[in-house]
C-alpha cells in the first residue's frame, strides 16, 4: 500500500515536470519567434535602421560610461554609482547587451527579449491550476499583442515597467490577501518593489496602483471574512508583512537617487509641463489610451477583447454567487485605476500608458480563464450529463487554441510587426549621413583651449545630440554637449547656443518633438552674426543641418 502511495506521488512530480518543462520550452519558442521578427522589423524601419534615438540613447550612454569607469571601482562603488542612475534597470540591460555584443547596438533590445519571456513566466505562475491547454492558449495570445513587440523594438524602461507592474497587480488581486502566509506577503512586497523600481520616475504612479489595489483587495477580503472588525488585527498584520518590505526594497533601489528623481519629476511635469502638453479637451486625453490612437497602437483589437472577457466575467460571477462577483469586481477596480493614472496626467504619450497595458494583458488572461472556470462550474449546476461537462470544456479549449494559434501566426510570424518608432526611408538617410558626417567633423576638431569641445544643439533630429555623446563616450574623448531644446522663444535658444563654441543647427520642419518651431529663424540669425563662421552644411529633403564655430 505504501509503495503505490509512493508510486503515485512520483508519477504527480514527473507530470508536474513535464508540464512546466513543457510550457517554459513553449514561452521560450514564443518568445524566439517575437524577439527575431521585432529585431527584423527594427533593422529595417525602426530603431536599429539608424544610429542610436532618443530616449534609447541616453540609457546606452549611461552603460558605455558605467563600463569605462567600473575598470577602476571597486564592486560597492559600481552599483552605488549604477543606482545613482536615470533608470540602473535600463542601464544595467544596456550593460548587458552591449558587453555580449561588442560593436553593436542590437545586444540591448535582444536582452528585452527576456523581460517578455519572464513576462510569460509570469502569466503561467498566475494562472497554474488551470489545464495546460488553457495556459497554452494564454501564452500564444499574449505575444500577439503589439504591447509585447514594441518592449523588444525600444531600449527603455517604460513598456517592461508596464508589464512587471501589471504582474505585480495581477499577483495581488488574483486570489486573497487575507490567508497568505508572511513570507508569501513579504515575497509579494518585494516584487513589486522590483517591479516600481524598473522605471524609478514613475514610482509614485506605480506605487499608488499597487498600494490601492492591495488595499482594494484586502477590504474586500475582510468584508467576506465577516466584516472589518473581526479581520483588523489579522489585516494589519496582512498590510505590515506586505508594505514594510516594499518600502524597503524600493528605498534601497530608489533610495540613493532619490533627490535626483523626484527633481526630474518636478522639472518635466511641472517646469517643463507646457512643452509636453498636447492641449486636448479632458474628454479626448480619457479616451486616449482606450480606443485613442495610443490604446489603438499598444492594444489593438484586444482591449474590444479584453473587455468582452470583462463583462462575461461579470455576468458568470453574478450566476455564481458573492465571492466570485468580488474577486471579478477587485480585478475591474485595479483595471481602471491602472486606466485612471495616465488618462488624468495632463502630459500624456504612448508609454505613460504602460502601466495599463500590461495590467490590462494580465486581466484578459484572468478573467478568460475564470470564465471557463466559471462557465464549468455552471454546467455542473444545471444539471447536464457527465459526457458533456466532461468534453464541451475540453472542445472550446482546442477552439480557443485553433483560433489563437492561427492569430499568433497571421499577426506575428508572418504578419508586419508595427514600430513604437517608426521610420521613413527619409528620414532614415538623413539620420545615417547627417550623424556620421558630423561626428567625423567633431572628432577632428580641436577646441581652442585645453578643455573639452562646448557643442551646442537646436534640434534632436537629425542628428541626436546624446548620440555624439555616446560616440565620444566610446572613443574616450571628451564632449560637452548642451541642448538649447527647452526655450520658449529663437531668442532665447539663440543665446543660449551661443554660449558654445559649436553650433548645431536644424531648419524649421514639422515635428512633434519638444521646442518651438524656430530652425529657419536661428539659421538666419547664426548666418548674419559675423563671429561665426559656417563649418559645414548637409540639405536633405526634409531638413537642413548647419555646423558653425564661434570665434573663427
Keep these: 500500500m505504501t509503495g503505490q502511495v509512493v508510486g503515485t506521488e512520483n508519477k504527480a512530480d514527473q507530470n508536474n515536470w513535464l508540464r512546466i518543462s513543457g510550457l517554459v520550452i513553449l514561452a521560450a519558442c514564443i518568445t524566439a519567434i517575437v524577439a527575431s521578427r521585432s529585431i527584423e522589423a527594427s533593422t529595417l524601419q525602426g530603431r536599429l535602421s539608424v544610429p542610436p534615438l532618443y530616449d534609447d540613447v541616453s540609457y546606452f550612454l549611461d552603460a558605455v560610461r558605467w563600463m569605462n569607469a567600473a575598470t577602476d571601482r571597486s564592486i560597492f562603488a559600481s552599483v552605488w554609482a549604477l543606482l545613482h542612475d536615470h533608470a540602473p534597470f535600463s542601464t544595467l540591460v544596456a550593460v548587458i547587451g552591449l558587453a555580449l555584443f561588442p560593436g553593436s547596438f542590437i545586444g540591448p533590445y535582444l536582452v528585452h527579449a527576456v523581460i517578455v519571456f519572464v513576462f510569460l513566466l509570469g502569466i503561467v505562475w498566475l494562472v497554474w491550476h488551470r489545464p495546460v491547454l488553457e495556459i497554452a492558449v494564454c501564452l500564444i495570445a499574449v505575444p ?135 492641449g486636448e479637451s479632458f474628454s479626448a486625453g480619457l479616451l486616449r489610451f482606450s480606443i485613442g490612437g495610443e490604446g489603438q497602437f499598444g492594444l489593438h483589437y484586444w482591449f474590444a477583447i479584453g473587455v468582452a472577457l470583462m463583462l462575461l466575467r461579470l455576468v458568470l ?161 571628451s564632449l560637452v554637449i548642451r541642448n538649447e531644446l527647452y526655450h520658449r522663444s529663437a531668442q532665447e535658444t539663440g543665446d543660449a547656443l551661443l554660449k558654445s563654441e559649436i553650433l548645431v543647427l536644424s531648419s524649421s520642419i514639422p515635428h512633434t518633438l519638444v521646442g518651438p518651431r524656430v530652425g529657419d529663424e536661428l539659421i538666419a540669425r547664426m548666418d548674419a552674426d559675423k563671429g561665426l563662421c559656417v563649418l559645414d552644411t548637409q540639405t536633405f529633403p526634409d531638413v537642413t543641418l548647419r555646423v558653425y564655430r564661434r570665434g573663427c
Design 317 to 477: 460571477a453574478a450566476l455564481h454567487g458573492r465571492a466570485a462577483l468580488r474577486d471579478a469586481i477587485v480585478l475591474l477596480a485595479a483595471v481602471l485605476i491602472a486606466y485612471a493614472i495616465p488618462s488624468v496626467a495632463a502630459i500624456k504619450t504612448y508609454y505613460f500608458g504602460a502601466m495599463f497595458y500590461g495590467l490590462f494583458i494580465v486581466a484578459m488572461v484572468l478573467n478568460g480563464c475564470a470564465s471557463l472556470e466559471l462557465s464549468e462550474a455552471l454546467l455542473a449546476r444545471v444539471g447536464l450529463g457527465n459526457d458533456i461537462r466532461r468534453y464541451l470544456p475540453i472542445a472550446v479549449r482546442v477552439l480557443a487554441l485553433a483560433f489563437i494559434v492561427q492569430l499568433f501566426v497571421r499577426h506575428v510570424v508572418i504578419g508586419p510587426i508595427s514600430m513604437a518608432t517608426p521610420l521613413s526611408a527619409q528620414q532614415q538617410e538623413s539620420i545615417r549621413l547627417a550623424t556620421g558626417r558630423l561626428w567625423s567633423l567633431l572628432r577632428d576638431i580641436k577646441p581652442e583651449k585645453p578643455s573639452p569641445l562646448i557643442v551646442g544643439f537646436s534640434s534632436p533630429y537629425p542628428v541626436t545630440s546624446a548620440t555624439i555623446q555616446l560616440y565620444a563616450a566610446q572613443a574616450k574623448t
Design 144 to 278: 500577439c499583442v503589439p504591447v509585447l513587440w514594441h518592449t523588444v523594438t525600444e531600449a527603455r524602461p517604460d513598456l517592461p515597467s508596464g508589464l512587471a507592474i501589471g504582474l505585480a497587480a495581477g499577483a495581488i488581486v488574483h486570489r486573497g490577501v487575507l490567508d497568505r502566509s508572511a513570507r508569501a506577503l513579504a515575497g509579494l512586497g518585494v516584487a513589486c518593489a522590483l517591479a516600481v523600481s524598473v522605471k524609478p520616475t514613475a514610482f509614485f504612479a506605480a506605487l499608488a496602483l499597487l498600494g490601492c489595489a492591495f488595499a482594494i483587495r484586502l477590504f474586500v477580503d475582510c468584508i467576506a471574512a465577516g466584516g472589518l472588525r473581526p479581520s483588523i488585527r489579522k489585516a494589519f498584520s496582512a498590510l505590515l508583512w506586505f508594505v514594510l518590505p516594499l518600502i524597503a526594497t524600493t528605498a534601497l533601489l530608489i533610495g540613493p537617487a532619490l533627490f535626483e528623481t523626484v527633481t526630474y519629476i518636478l522639472h518635466v511635469f511641472i517646469g517643463q509641463r507646457d512643452l509636453w502638453t498636447t
